[in-house]
């Protein structure tokens, strides 16, 4: 009897503890009313419009805050189902692309999100006022017809297969997001750009935040979305407060003096704010630094030379760089610069990846003799090495100096030219490109693309004026725009075939063959892969959870407030 | 006096067009703002569309001609960054460093002249060698350094002032100081060589010689002479100020028009540059035409 009571007791309260589990996991966790104002410190605005379709995707931690993309990512960088869409399927062709909406996601005005808003949405982004961006650029190319099948679903029919398509929708890769297609029509004005003038001063969008005012060129402030449809990203901050300051040492000081609680950083910024006791958040593998041989399929270049190219890798001591450019910022933190395994723009999250892949080893005797064996050292001539910076990385500088130190010590000579990126892109845009005999480089920084592919397409593949023969015999365009390969008719094959491939396995295996197959080529060198350090005031924010590869996803709804927010 | 304002005002639109002709072709020898702003996966088509949205298709002859022509109507254009008209986007920030100027420049002043009055009268003296080593540390200290230095000891250290942003006068003192300490060093030393040359004049000697105090001597007959050289220094200098406060704006993260034409450069756009250089010049000139008519105020051999 007296067994069985306890029996009794010890079930009702496992129970009981399971219940309470259940329900803690089965329920949106609830937060506390929202307090207290978010001031973050970004370095730059881009175009800074409300209009979300005028800019491109530097613009996301702007304007990004009130809106949501077509397809989510989850906090790896992985597209997720968790979205707006929350199934793209294909068809087995792969150039039918239906997208299913989750029901119940409202406008800031209380609209409901329906299809037709999805095509408005792909509609607009293919206007011309849409240039500059990453999707509209694809989708102008890409997308044939949209067709409403019904409430919540919508159908895309491309020109070709396109497997980089649904990466396009994610704000990874792309840019777009929901225009209210009811709203817009019922603005002010005769004309789209009429309308489009009075929805930027009233912007609307799905996202956790509200807009409240901007001031031009200075700062943007939202307020936050209670009736956001993702419960676990309400956000826990009452407003939200995004300041344009590009000078790294004012972003510090303003943590220091509490004028901001969050901003962005350099290596060497994080690394002191570490110290004072500052929080410091690293966002995983935002961009790649990669040492591209400019214009290398011209034969007058001397990088057209595969035994010069193999040999300027050679020389060089990545791991050493890397490890003097980016020293660990704490146990915790670790170091922002890594090298990844494989050859070009692969890494950590992307498609194909390969951790045992081999990597290009530091050998200065074996670059010495590929140097003399094609003369090279008995007739030297200079190279210029475009030293500039980008957001993504601002050791760039840093990277080119460290570069051509090696490569005087085994001969190559070379000359540093200080200038900006649009210097560069004015030769690299130029048709035929620009660059001058006997030969240019530079480090650009791709983003991290998940995709494996769609990095492969921007960095090696041929441009639009360039016909390959296969390009030609498969009446396709890889649509290239830094042509980075220096055997364009291999990288357009490589890449033509893997673009129709539609299921996720087998467009994996075609990234590692790429991956495989251009190892050997030396085409480009991959300097670092680098991490975007942030820090916050530990009182102020005590977490946060930005997307990781990519530095543009910031999801500034998720910062925890700190004990000292009011 | 009319005369001078005449020919004053031709020089000055003569120069305004000079400055928009090198401004106009020599921004876009740098290359064209779609490179700046344009993904590199843009397709060449929607390069093309960008340009033609903006007018950079045409012939650059044509484009000079269509902006002239809406310069003289009073219509700077639309940046092509934050797609809003220039003027629009120059109006409040011009107000903003101009209110900077101001107070860096009367600080500056509120500083250099007992300064240099007192290295002029003690001579050789403690406050002399105080007012050399402002002189030669305004002169060498960049104002970026000084800058960050100011912050970290008056806001970081000390919390006592804001290290960034606009609203409350607090605001103005930093930035202010950073922006007059150049001004602070020149002024200093102009008025200390102007006024040991005319406290060694003859009509100072007999105002000596009559009897007159010494504090009179100094303000009324020895530093109204004096200042006609500072009058012209600071008066270069307050536009000077206003184009080089791209550091002390950007380092305070103050709105003004610094700040606006360092992004303008970067991204190249050509309306906004165009527009600044085209407006900080007409403030120059006019600055310049105000220093001459002030000359008269204050030596009435040049009225004459």
């Known amino acids: 009897m007296r067994q069985s009571q306890w029996l009794l007791r010890a079930g009702v309260i496992v129970a009981v503890a399971l219940l309470a589990m259940v329900a803690h996991a089965a329920v949106p966790e609830v937060w506390a009313a929202p307090k207290g104002t978010l001031r973050v410190a970004v370095v730059n605005f881009d175009r800074e419009s409300t209009a979300q379709w005028l800019g491109a995707t530097p613009m996301l931690p702007y304007i990004g805050n009130m809106n949501d993309p077509f397809i989510a990512a989850d906090e790896n960088g992985q597209l997720s189902q968790q979205g707006l869409v929350t199934e793209w399927q294909a068809n087995p062709a792969g150039d039918v692309i239906t997208l299913t909406i989750r029901p119940g996601v409202k406008f800031h005005n209380g609209d409901e999100v329906t299809a037709e808003d999805i095509k408005f949405s792909i509609e607009t982004w293919q206007r011309p006022q849409a240039s500059v961006s990453v999707s509209g650029s694809a989708i102008r190319g890409a997308v044939k017809n949209v067709e409403v099948l019904s409430k919540y679903q919508v159908q895309v029919t491309l020109t070709s297969p396109n497997a980089i398509f649904p990466h396009l929708l994610s704000w990874v890769e792309g840019d777009i997001g929901v225009v209210p297609k009811r709203y817009f029509e019922s603005l002010p004005g005769n004309t789209f750009e009429e309308k489009e003038a009075a929805f930027i001063k009233a912007p609307l969008g799905t996202g956790p935040w509200k807009f409240v005012q901007r001031n031009i060129a200075t700062d943007i402030e939202f307020e936050a979305n209670l009736d956001y449809w993702d419960a676990q990203r309400v956000p826990q901050f009452a407003r939200l407060r995004v300041i344009k300051v590009p000078e790294v040492s004012t972003r510090m000081n303003m943590l220091r003096t509490g004028e901001v609680d969050l901003a962005v950083l350099d290596s060497d910024a994080a690394k002191t704010l570490d110290k004072e006791g500052l929080k410091v958040f690293a966002v995983r593998n935002v961009a790649h630094g990669l040492l591209v041989f400019y214009q290398c399929y011209d034969p007058r270049m001397l990088t057209n030379d595969i035994r010069f190219r193999k040999a300027a890798t050679l020389a060089i001591d990545r791991q050493a760089i890397v490890k003097a450019l980016f020293p660990p910022i704490s146990p915790t933190i670790g170091s922002l610069g890594a090298l990844s395994a494989g050859g070009p723009l692969t890494g950590p999250g992307v498609v194909g990846y390969d951790p045992n892949a081999p990597t290009y080893p530091y050998d200065p005797k074996e670059a010495k003799r590929l140097l003399k064996e094609m003369g090279y050292l008995d007739n030297p001539k200079t190279i210029t090495a475009n030293s500039f910076a980008f957001a993504s990385l601002p050791e760039g500088p840093k990277l080119i100096e460290a570069i051509v130190g090696y490569w005087e010590a085994v001969g190559i000579k070379v000359q540093i030219r200080q200038v900006d990126w649009p210097f560069v892109s004015k030769k690299m845009f130029a048709r035929p490109q620009g660059y001058e005999p006997p030969g240019e480089v530079g480090v650009q920084s791709p983003w991290y693309r998940p995709s494996g592919l769609n990095n492969f397409r921007v960095f090696a593949v041929s441009n639009p004026d360039l016909k390959t023969e296969v390009e030609k015999a498969r009446g396709l365009e890889a649509g290239g725009a830094v042509t980075g390969h220096c055997d364009l008719n291999k990288a357009d094959t490589l890449y033509l075939d893997a673009l129709g491939i539609m299921d996720p396995e087998k467009l994996a295996e075609a990234v590692r063959k790429i991956n495989r197959e251009t190892y050997e080529d030396y085409w480009s060198v991959p300097m670092v892969s680098r991490s975007e350090p942030w820090a916050a005031r530990p009182g102020m924010v005590a977490d946060w959870r930005p997307v990781h590869l990519g530095p543009v996803y910031m999801r500034f709804e998720t910062a925890v407030p700190g004990p000292e927010v009011k | ?304």
């Open chain 2, 1 to 304: 006096m009319w005369k001078l304002l005449v020919t004053r005002m031709v020089q000055a639109i003569f120069t305004l067009w000079v400055v928009s002709v090198v401004v106009f072709f020599s921004a876009r020898i740098t290359g064209s703002p779609e490179l700046a702003l344009m993904p590199p996966d843009a397709r060449p088509e929607d390069r093309a569309a960008f340009r033609a949205m903006y007018g950079l298709d045409r012939p650059l002859m044509v484009q000079y001609g269509r902006w002239l022509n809406r310069v003289l109507h009073g219509d700077l254009g639309q940046g092509i960054q934050h797609k809003v008209a220039v003027l629009e986007l120059i109006g409040p920030r011009l107000v903003n460093s101009l209110k900077l100027a101001t107070v860096g420049v009367s600080m500056a002043l509120a500083l250099s002249l007992p300064l240099g009055v007192l290295a002029a009268v003690k001579r050789g003296q403690f406050w002399d060698r105080i007012a050399m080593g402002i002189g030669l540390g305004g002169q060498s200290l960049p104002s970026f350094w000084l800058a960050l230095i100011l912050v970290l000891i008056f806001s970081v250290r000390l919390k006592l002032l804001p290290a960034t942003g606009m609203g409350t006068w607090k605001h103005y003192i930093l930035p202010g100081f950073t922006l007059g300490w150049f001004i602070t060093a020149g002024a200093t030393r102009l008025v200390r060589s102007g006024m040991l040359e005319v406290l060694d004049a003859e009509f100072v000697k007999l105002a000596r010689a009559k009897g007159v105090a010494e504090q009179w001597v100094i303000c009324k007959h020895a530093l109204r002479n004096a200042l006609i050289s500072v009058v012209t220094f600071v008066g270069f200098m307050f536009g000077i100020v206003i184009a080089s406060s791209i550091t002390t704006e950007t380092v305070f993260v103050w709105p003004g028009i610094g700040r606006l034409v360092f992004e303008a450069l970067l991204v190249r756009d050509f309306p906004l540059i165009q527009g600044i250089v085209l407006i900080w010049s007409a403030i120059i000139i006019f600055l310049n035409l105000l220093v001459d008519l002030a000359y008269g105020v204050l030596d009435p051999r040049i009225r004459v």
